[in-house]
Every structure is written in C-alpha cells, then in structure tokens.
C-alpha cells in the first residue's frame, strides 16, 4: 500500500519561515500531482498550494509570495516552504498525491497532518 509521510511542522513566530516535507513510500509506479492544503479550528479544509509532475504551480492567494511548493520526483516527495509566516497560517496541513500503484488510474492518497502553529 502507499503512505504518505508529513515532517517539518511545529510552532513559529510571526515572520518566521518553516518547510515542511511529505514523503510517499509503497507500491507507486508514477505519482501525479501533489499538494497542500490545511485546515484550522472551525474551517473547511483549503488547498494552499499544489504542483503537477511537469512542475507547474498553483497558490491559493493568501500565500501566494510567501510560500513556495517544489518536489523531488526520484525522492517521491513534495515541499513547501513557507516564509513571512502570519497568525492565520496556523493549522494542520495535509499532504495529498495522486499515485498510480500499477493499476493505470491514479488514487489520491492523504498524509497524517502535521500542526503548524505561528504565534509570539
């Protein structure tokens, strides 16, 4: 089966920058496209960035010049570098993938979540 596996979260001051990993592991034959999204206390989960295998790029506009996705494809794993963090980037954020296990159709798989938390 495939995992995805979320590393980098913790707790920030305002201004400050953080990145966070997601790793894939399993049976994978080709991945798709990758992404972040986050959800804070009381909200819907938001796609905050996502990125396809040929490298285009797509921001939600609340960090858009703030954070930056990038990906590894021979690592399977998906980055995000988040800079001039604010209060209201705190949250869980989940890492997603559409991942082909060899069976010709891809799967969107979910991370754990790992906590961001930006306060002084």
Not at 32 to 55: C, D, F, H
């Amino acid at each position: 089966q495939v995992q995805l596996v979320e590393s980098g979260g913790g707790l920030v001051q305002p201004g400050g920058s953080l990145r966070l990993s997601c790793a894939a592991s399993g049976s994978i034959f080709s991945i798709n496209a990758m992404g972040w999204y986050r959800q804070a206390p009381g909200k819907q989960r938001e796609l905050v960035a996502a990125i396809t295998s040929g490298g285009s790029t797509n921001y939600a506009d609340s960090v858009k010049g703030r954070f930056t996705i990038s990906r590894d494809n021979a690592k399977n794993t998906v980055y995000l570098q988040m800079n001039s963090l604010k209060p209201e980037d705190t949250a869980v954020y989940y890492c997603n993938a559409g991942i082909d296990s060899g069976s010709y159709y891809y799967e969107y798989y979910w991370g754990q979540g790992t906590q961001v938390t930006v306060s002084s």
